[in-house]
T-cell receptor
């Protein structure tokens, strides 16, 4: 049962344009969401997060939008740069669930972003 | 550089053997997490420790065990290794253990079982 889904395995974008990466989740207990970027042979790097009490969070070129009713979040990168080419993972946590859910992140399968010069 | 270190970077071993992966969290972080990334499974949560105590458990096999030491470094022990255990193993750390802080990942250990 895949509770976090990234339905697009890959995305190709021109440099300077917007990249939009999407993520859907099914577990209504998830209340904290994160995006990670991963280069080959490296560990995931934290990009940006959002709590379920918000619907938007911005950090420089990165903005995450959360639509709780649709159980959907997206990451916008504007403007896209060739250095953004990597695998992007969406992750979710059920912080409020307590018990054995503490800190556990559930990841999507990832989306490969390619930004062309 | 996330500040999380993992050793070794690569490990090649035979089926049936036992290995130990080591992780040092970022300075000041109390919680350590272990994840497995295999080709077909994506990143899967294995286990979490907070200040020396087990806090949460994922789909960790009984052949796998972990611990966190008083200096907060952690070790993941994998025994009776099978071909299917070949994967990247990541360690992450966070300041607290209740999901209120982002997790920072180490570079991973690539395990190959032959």
């Amino acid at each position: 049962d895949q509770q976090v889904k990234q339905n697009s395995p890959s995305l190709s974008v021109q440099e300077g344009r917007i990249s939009i990466l999407n993520c859907d989740y099914t577990n209504s207990m998830f209340d904290y969401f994160l995006w990670y970027k991963k280069y080959p042979a490296e560990g995931p790097t934290f990009l940006i997060s959002i709590s379920s009490i918000k619907d938007k969070n911005e950090d420089g070129r990165f903005t995450v939008f959360l639509n709780k009713s649709a159980k959907h979040l997206s990451l916008h990168i504007v403007p896209s740069q060739p250095g953004d080419s990597a695998v992007y993972f969406c992750a979710a946590s059920a912080r409020g669930a307590g018990g054995t859910s503490y800190g556990k992140l559930t990841f999507g399968q990832g989306t490969i972003l390619t930004v062309h010069p | 550089d996330s500040g999380v270190t993992q050793t070794p970077k690569h490990l090649i071993t035979a089926t049936g053997q036992r290995v130990t992966l080591r992780c040092s969290p970022r300075s000041g972080d109390l919680s350590v997490y272990w994840y497995q990334q295999s080709l077909d499974q994506g990143l899967q949560f294995l286990i979490q420790y907070y200040n020396g105590e087990e806090r949460a458990k994922g789909n960790i096999l009984e052949r796998f065990s972990a611990q966190q030491f008083p200096d907060l470094h952690s070790e993941l022990n994998l025994s009776s290794l099978e071909l299917g255990d070949s994967a990247l193993y990541f360690c992450a750390s966070s300041a607290q253990g209740d999901g209120t802080y982002e997790q920072y990942f180490g570079p991973g250990t690539r395990l190959t079982v032959t």
